[in-house]
Nanobody
Framework: QVQLVESGGGLVQPGGSLSLSCAVSGSMFSRNVMGWFRQAPGKERELVATVTDGGVTVYADSVQGRFIISRDTAYKAVYLQMNSLKPEDTAVYYC???????????WGQGTQVTVSS
C-alpha cells in the first residue's frame, strides 16, 4: 500500500519562503513521476511542478523561477522550495506520485499554504 504524507505548509507573508516535504511509504516502481499540485478555493486542481525518476523537472509558468522541486536519491521523498511567495500562491498543496508502468496515481492528504500580510 503506497501512502504519501506531506508536511511544511503554513502562513507566510508575501515575499517569504516555505518548504514542503512529501514522504512515500510502500513499494515504488522505478519508472515514476513525483510532483506537487495545488487547489485554491473555487478553482480546479492545477500542476505546480513535477520531477521524473531521471531528474527531469517541469514547472507551471506561474511558479517558474520562484519554486524548486527536488527528490531524494532513494526516490522516496519529494520536496518543494517556494520562494518569493505571492498571495495568489495560497492553496492546498497536494503531493502526487504516478507509476508510469500502470499510470496509477497516488495523492497525499494536502497541506495548506497561505500567503498573506
Amino acid at each position: 500500500q503506497v501512502q504519501l504524507v506531506e508536511s511544511g505548509g503554513g502562513l507566510v507573508q508575501p515575499g517569504g519562503s516555505l518548504s514542503l516535504s512529501c514522504a512515500v511509504s510502500g513499494s515504488m516502481f522505478s519508472r515514476n513521476v513525483m510532483g506537487w499540485f495545488r487547489q485554491a478555493p473555487g478553482k480546479e486542481r492545477e500542476l505546480v511542478a513535477t520531477v521524473t525518476d531521471g531528474g527531469v523537472t517541469v514547472y507551471a509558468d506561474s511558479v517558474q523561477g520562484r519554486f524548486i522541486i527536488s527528490r531524494d536519491t532513494a526516490y522516496k521523498a519529494v520536496y518543494l522550495q517556494m520562494n518569493s511567495l505571492k498571495p495568489e500562491d495560497t492553496a492546498v498543496y497536494y503531493c502526487n506520485l504516478r507509476f508510469m508502468a500502470t499510470m496509477d496515481d497516488y495523492w497525499g492528504q494536502g497541506t495548506q499554504v497561505t500567503v498573506s500580510s
